[in-house]
């Protein structure tokens, strides 16, 4: 029979798998904040009144 080793001694292929692929997420996520703080111009649309905006589409 061949002897296993201690049950506990070393972290399975399935949890160091999941904490490589944690941590990799972790990083890329940080990449894209990151990237998207360089890049980002300011606000995406200008900010209107809303009572302005409904006058002109009645008026139309």
Do not use: C, H, I
Not at 4 to 24: C, F, H, I, K, Q
Not at 26 to 35: D, K
Not at 39 to 59: I, M
Request: without cysteine.
């Amino acid at each position: 029979m061949s002897q296993s080793p201690e049950r506990g001694a070393w972290p399975s292929g399935r949890s160091v798998l999941y904490a490589v692929t944690g941590l990799m997420m972790a990083a890329l996520l940080a990449t894209a904040v990151v990237a998207g703080n360089v890049v980002w111009n300011g606000t995406p649309y200008p900010s209107a009144d809303p009572d302005t905006v409904a006058q002109r589409l009645k008026q139309r």
